[in-house]
């Protein structure tokens, strides 16, 4: 369900999200949404009993002769990735670890990976799509959808699943999806798996990699076939298959990365414009490029979600968390110079082309021709008696660990293991 912009925005009595909610969320009779009540079910689930399913839905998928890996993990030098193969290899499955490598990469992401593969003993298989190609679908990506990051949403969610009918390795596992814990696009109950629909329609924004095929943009068939989805006779030869660990744990990303940086030394890093230093260390325009074209796109940023993730568990109290993200999104992009030097664009090139991305339910010109937000998504007026029906007790700790830097010598800025592209100067 996507968002009806004909209808005012409203909020959820209890989280930051409005029903504007891009991926669509619901309010209940209590002004309390859809994701938050799946977020309920985290207190409430028997995680024994759904561990074992968990146990039992992999079981066939086990090599016994050892001919081959029991599963794919796709991962990258952050987000979870740590806690999904230390999972993956406490349930005793030989995995094939999978990433698809984004070119944005910071020095401490790529420390991240390097140290994954050698603590989990794995093999790991690294796609690296031509840089040059990689520069004309995010031209085509951004000019379309407004998005640096499609070449990156679009291989990271299909290497796997290539790899999986190359390799004749029909089980995928995931950590968490994105439907699941935001909006309470499903129930846990639903145990939802991976779908090619649900790639295109809410990761690729509607784009598949055949549609970013065209003439305007020099883009031929040939060049987008890394990004293309495997056919359904592939798919169906193999039994291709898709999991999600967060069906069967109650995923708490920040309480995980803590883990992992007790047991593993992960490295965290100091983020641009969120608070949550573990998410999306190995990327230098995640939480900066990337997140501003999310705020002018669709009114909020990357902190939001963080800071309802937070709140949901009790971390943090909706006013603060309301503080702490309108604190981060108006926070301006470090690395813009970057991005548009490997691109070879201008700013104000750039500029012209966000503008033609923002929302107009959102955005007005006001005399001076500055950009002002018509709608503030995290000040909706919400109902006294709901919102106190539906606070939650807050009384955890939000603040996150920054780990010592491995090599605080180095200055990270520059995209590492980028592989070789035409200069753009
Ligand atoms: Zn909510």
Same mark, same amino acid.
């Given at each position: 369900?996507?968002?009806?912009?004909?209808?005012?925005?409203?909020?959820?009595?209890?989280?930051?999200?409005?029903?504007?909610?891009?991926?669509?969320?619901?309010?209940?009779?209590?002004?309390?949404?859809?994701?938050?009540?799946?977020?309920?079910?985290?207190?409430?689930?028997?995680?024994?009993?759904?561990?074992?399913?968990?146990?039992?839905?992999?079981?066939?998928?086990?090599?016994?002769?050892?001919?081959?890996?029991?599963?794919?993990?796709?991962?990258?030098?952050?987000?979870?990735?740590?806690?999904?193969?230390?999972?993956?290899?406490?349930?005793?499955?030989?995995? $094939?670890?999978? !990433?698809? =490598?984004?070119?944005?990469?910071?020095? @401490?992401?790529?420390?991240? %990976?390097? /140290? #994954?593969?050698?603590?989990?003993?794995?093999?790991? $298989?690294?796609? !690296?799509? =031509?840089?040059?190609?990689?520069?004309? @679908?995010?031209?085509?990506? %951004?000019? /379309? #959808?407004?998005?640096?990051?499609?070449?990156?949403?679009?291989?990271? !969610?299909?290497?796997?699943?290539?790899?999986?009918?190359?390799?004749?390795?029909? %089980?995928?596992?995931?950590?968490?999806?994105?439907?699941?814990?935001?909006?309470?696009?499903?129930?846990?109950?639903?145990?939802?798996?991976?779908?090619?629909?649900?790639?295109?329609?809410?990761?690729?924004?509607?784009?598949?990699?055949?549609?970013?095929?065209?003439?305007?943009?020099?883009?031929?068939?040939?060049?987008?076939?890394?990004?293309?989805?495997?056919?359904?006779?592939?798919?169906?030869?193999?039994?291709?298959?898709?999991?999600?660990?967060?069906?069967?744990?109650?995923?708490?990303?920040?309480?995980?990365?803590?883990?992992?940086?007790?047991?593993?030394?992960?490295?965290?890093?100091?983020?641009?414009?969120?608070?949550?230093?573990?998410?999306?260390?190995?990327?230098?325009?995640?939480?900066?490029?990337?997140?501003?074209?999310?705020?002018?796109?669709?009114?909020?940023?990357?902190?939001?979600?963080?800071?309802?993730?937070?709140?949901?568990?009790?971390?943090?109290?909706?006013?603060?968390?309301?503080?702490?993200?309108?604190?981060?999104?108006?926070?301006?992009?470090?690395?813009?110079?970057?991005?548009?030097?490997?691109?070879?664009?201008?700013?104000?090139?750039?500029?012209?082309?966000?503008?033609?991305?923002?929302?107009?339910?959102?955005?007005?010109?006001?005399?001076?021709?500055?950009?002002?937000?018509?709608?503030?998504?995290?000040?909706?007026?919400?109902?006294?008696?709901?919102?106190?029906?539906?606070?939650?007790?807050?009384?955890?700790?939000?603040?996150?660990?920054?780990?010592?830097?491995?090599?605080?010598?180095?200055?990270?800025?520059?995209?590492?293991?980028?592989?070789?592209?035409?200069?753009?100067?």
């Amino acid at each position: 369900m996507t968002p009806d912009y004909g209808d005012p925005p409203r909020a959820c009595a209890r989280c930051l999200y409005t029903t504007w909610h891009p991926l669509g969320l619901v309010l209940d009779s209590d002004g309390v949404c859809s994701g938050c009540r799946v977020h309920e079910e985290k207190q409430t689930l028997d995680w024994n009993e759904r561990r074992k399913q968990l146990e039992s839905l992999i079981e066939p998928y086990r090599r016994q002769g050892g001919d081959n890996y029991d599963c794919i993990v796709p991962v990258t030098g952050a987000r979870d990735s740590f806690f999904i193969v230390h999972t993956v290899k406490t349930l005793g499955l030989n995995p $094939l670890l999978v !990433t698809y =490598n984004k070119l944005y990469n910071t020095e @401490v992401g790529v420390r991240n %990976l390097a /140290r #994954l593969r050698t603590m989990f003993d794995s093999d790991i $298989l690294t796609l !690296t799509v =031509n840089p040059d190609t990689v520069k004309k @679908v995010t031209r085509a990506a %951004l000019r /379309r #959808l407004g998005s640096i990051y499609w070449h990156c949403l679009a291989g990271q !969610t299909v290497f796997p699943v290539q790899c999986a009918v190359r390799f004749e390795v029909p %089980l995928v596992i995931w950590g968490a999806h994105q439907g699941l814990e935001q909006v309470g696009m499903f129930s846990h109950a639903h145990t939802v798996e991976m779908t090619r629909r649900y790639r295109k329609d809410h990761d690729l924004m509607g784009l598949e990699a055949e549609d970013i095929v065209g003439e305007f943009d020099h883009i031929d068939g040939g060049e987008v076939l890394p990004f293309a989805y495997p056919s359904y006779q592939e798919l169906g030869r193999i039994g291709v298959r898709g999991i999600y660990l967060g069906n069967f744990m109650p995923w708490d990303s920040k309480r995980q990365h803590e883990e992992m940086i007790a047991q593993y030394s992960y490295e965290s890093a100091g983020q641009t414009r969120t608070f949550d230093l573990y998410n999306d260390v190995d990327c230098f325009n995640y939480s900066d490029v990337h997140d501003y074209l999310k705020f002018v796109k669709h009114g909020y940023g990357k902190a939001t979600d963080h800071a309802v993730r937070e709140l949901r568990w009790g971390r943090v109290t909706r006013e603060e968390a309301a503080e702490t993200a309108r604190a981060y999104q108006s926070i301006a992009p470090k690395q813009l110079d970057l991005f548009l030097e490997w691109i070879g664009m201008t700013p104000r090139a750039f500029q012209w082309v966000v503008d033609q991305h923002r929302n107009p339910c959102l955005w007005e010109r006001d005399c001076k021709w500055q950009w002002n937000l018509k709608w503030d998504l995290l000040s909706l007026p919400v109902e006294a008696i709901q919102r106190e029906n539906a606070r939650l007790a807050s009384a955890g700790d939000m603040r996150f660990q920054l780990t010592p830097s491995k090599r605080p010598e180095y200055m990270d800025d520059r995209y590492i293991c980028i592989g070789k592209g035409t200069p753009c100067r």
